[in-house]
């Protein structure tokens, strides 16, 4: 074994193959691999190797599309043989809401560019004559769908990788991960050390026990999978070609041909279990299965019979039960780990033959130069923090197994798992009727429900629509109160902090006390990684917010760009403070009852800050600052005694509460852009129309260079801000944006202006298609609809109310 490398990758499954092939393509050829047996032993051997496309996240289907691309070529690009078969897919759909699944994946395809359908339950015959299709209202047929042997797909990409150099140590155990004083990684295995630049956790099932040597909590759970196949069946001998693989909500199963029986693989909606009990497996498990529970399997069996009657007649050859990894979301974990640097996650692949190319190939790309060429934050391992326990990870795990094949309408979750994090709020909110989703542990109120129905999830609008109007047009004629405390919150202290953040900020940082901007951290290639809001405390003291789920990131954004020799303290009191959010042209009257603070526009500017006392709590930081564009201040409460603070505000009686749906209708009608939708990495601060919070002219600035070239070079494409003839579905993102027949552009997200009776939406597009006027059609959930670009902000562009 070399004694250095720049990269040592643990594990050689599909996912770590799939890394060291595509970091070797990116010119990266130092690089090594160590896998304890042989290449696939762990779980990627037994896999049933179908590579699906149909998928709701943009980012997602683009990697199943590269892998779905490669894989045929594979055999021609390394010479090692693949056996890949495009028999295509079909996805069922049974209810109505399935079937505007469908229509939304469909907008998905057109943008990731495969080809896939919606057919009738005829036409579903015409590819599938076996099938029974009661029940059945469509079906999405994908043409480029197909599965591989996992074993060949995986051999031939390390064949791939050792053509460009990279090594492979099979037969080597990594016992332990040590960081060194210089930020190397010291790899311990059983056949030696090796010291590298970059660390990957690619150990699939063991991800979380070879995690914790480094403190490392990697949110997995092994799930047991199984799946059958038949005795070749006649009718299947007879017939060409090979069938389609179908996905069925039914029987919850995937079921489709293999060497001319069948293979069904249930994903049963009740009694799945974890692996070994969840206690970590043993290392000398390889290449082994687990033992089947076939009686179990019984009733999804039974159903994927009556799906596809061949198969009750037929004899069973063999059962393949195996670990299957799963996280929380059901998204693979591909990304920097939180805290030091150069320790990365590649693990957690539910569906890793399919995804095991494309997520090699984005990983590389990130590791490489530093950004991908798709937004990688689904995937990025800091969505999840300490909150995400093993309690919580096991729980979730089996209800993500339970629901593989349940249509989740947008915004649905799962309720297991449920009150990690709250605010001191949290009980007084839910007696007002608050409706809860989960952001990063938290719950965070939504809207709030007075008939105690809860929300009826559905691709259209929802039975939220009337009380989220209601909120909105509160905070726009009166008051309203939101409980915000789930922004991401550091303290920035030192002698060097102010400029430290001028160094990374690409706006100018505030050089008064009290004074507040919006701030962007850019990349060395000036795109955009994070989005701040920083006030000045004092000389030596800076709050910076961020957003929610980016606790874990932007800690790392900014203490990762922080030099050796500033000195500068960074301390997380997101759980010290609690924030509300009082806004709307009464907000004024509101605070004024709870505060001796001067509160008058002379007194108390906009976009300035102050420590004051409210309702007797001390040392409440009072930001005039919103996201929903009207008079207001944030007030970031020490967390216990928010609730005081609360009670004194709400105490006149004319106060509203309001949750996040009704902030996104506001921001919407501001043009107000959201990190991880308008901003994100593959995006500059031109593209994204910030313009104005980019500041060229300050003398340095980390990506500033860049950010000058590209504004020479002109945007790629260009955010536009929409007014959509909707219907009955506003725009949610991921939509594309049609001029005549040709695609010019995608949404990024959208949503009802109440205020302005407007639905809303962003869009980037052809920069030849940006101004004011210019008329589009989007495809929302099938439809096409107009969609005109607005010059300005539907609501208050000159901001008179912001300042009033
Ligand atoms: C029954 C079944 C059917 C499936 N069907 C499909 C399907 O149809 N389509 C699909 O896309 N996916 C399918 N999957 C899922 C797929 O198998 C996994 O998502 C994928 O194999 C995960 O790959 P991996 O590289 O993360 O993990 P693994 O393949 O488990 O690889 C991890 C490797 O790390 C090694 N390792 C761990 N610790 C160490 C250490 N300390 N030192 C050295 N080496 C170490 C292990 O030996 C192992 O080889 C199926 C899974 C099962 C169980």
Partial sequence: MKSHARVAIVGGGIMGVGLLYHLALEGWSDVVLIEKGELTSGSTWHAAGQCPHFNSSLNMTKVHVYGTELYPKLERLTGQAVSWHGCGGLRLATTDEEVNWLKQ????????????????????????????????????????????????????????????????????????????????????????????????????????????????????????????????????????????????????????????????????????????????????????????????????????????????????????????????????????????????????????????????????????????????????????????????????????????????????????????????????LKGHGAQFAQVFGWERARWYDRSGEGEAFSFKRSNAWDAVRAEALAVRERVGLMDLSTFSKFDVKGRDAHPFLERICANKVPAKDGGIVLGHLLNDNGFIESEITITRLGAEHFYVLSAAA??????????????????????????????????????????????????????????????????GVVGVRLLRVNYVGELGWELHCPMAQMPVVFDALMAGGDVTLFGTYAMNALRMEKAYRGWGSELTAEIDMFEAGMDRFIRLDKPDFIGRQASLAMKQRGARTQLVYLEVAAGDADCAGNEPVYVGDRLVGLTTSGGYGHAVEKSLAFAYVDPALAAAGTAFEILILGERRKAQVLADAAWDAANHRLRA
């Fill in 105 to 428: 994946v469909y907008g998905v395809s057109r943008l990731a560019g495969y080809e896939g359908e919606i057919i009738g339950p005829s036409e579903i015959k015409q590819y599938h004559p076996f099938l029974d299709v009661f029940g059945v209202k469509a079906a999405f047929r994908t043409v480029t769908d197909g599965h591989v042997a996992p074993a060949d797909v995986t051999n031939a990409m390390a064949a791939g990788a050792r053509r460009v150099g990279a090594e492979i140590y099979r037969r080597t155990r990594v016992t332990d991960i040590k960081l060194l004083p210089n930020g190397e990684w010291r790899v311990v295995t059983d056949q030696g050390d090796i010291v590298v630049e970059h660390v990957v956790n690619a150990a699939g099932s063991y991800a979380d026990v070879v995690g914790a040597w480094t403190g490392h909590t990697v949110p997995i759970a092994n799930m047991l999978h199984h799946y059958l196949i038949t005795t070749p069946v006649r009718e299947l001998i007879e017939f060409a070609p090979e069938l389609p693989v179908v996905r069925d909500p039914y029987s919850h199963s995937y079921l489709r041909e293999e060497a001319n029986g069948i293979l069904i693989g249930p994903y049963e909606t009740a009694t799945a279990h974890l692996c070994w009990d969840g206690e970590p497996l043993a290392w000398d498990f390889e290449s082994e299965l687990i033992a089947p529970e076939l009686d179990r399997l019984t009733p999804w069996l039974e159903k994927a019979a009556e799906r596809f009657p061949l198969f009750a007649s037929a004899g069973v050859k063999s059962v393949i039960s195996g670990a299957i990894t799963h996280t929380p979301d059901g998204v693979y974990l591909s990304g920097p780990a939180h805290g030091p640097k150069n320790y990365w996650m590649h693990c957690g692949a539910s569906i890793g033959i399919c995804q095991g190319g494309g997520a090699g190939k984005y990983l590389a790309q990130w590791m490489v130069h530093g950004q991908a060429e798709i937004n990688m934050r689904e995937f990025d391992p800091r969505r999840f923090g300490a909150w995400a326990t093993k309690e919580y990870v096991n729980d979730v795990a089996v209800a993500d197994y339970h629901h593989m094949y349940y249509c989740y309408k947008p915004g649905e979750q799962h309720n297991v798992g449920r009150d990690l994090r709250v605010s001191s709020l949290h009980e007084k």
């Fill in 550 to 615: 980016a606790q874990l990131y932007d800690f790392d954004q900014l203490s990762w760009r922080l030099r050796p020799e500033e000195q500068v303290e960074i301390a997380d009191v997101t759980d010290a403070f609690g924030t509300l959010v009082l806004a709307g042209p009464k907000a004024r009257d509101v605070l004024a009852r709870c505060t001796d603070a001067d509160l008058t526009n002379a007194g108390f500017r906009w976009l300035t800050a102050k420590t004051a006392t409210v309702a």
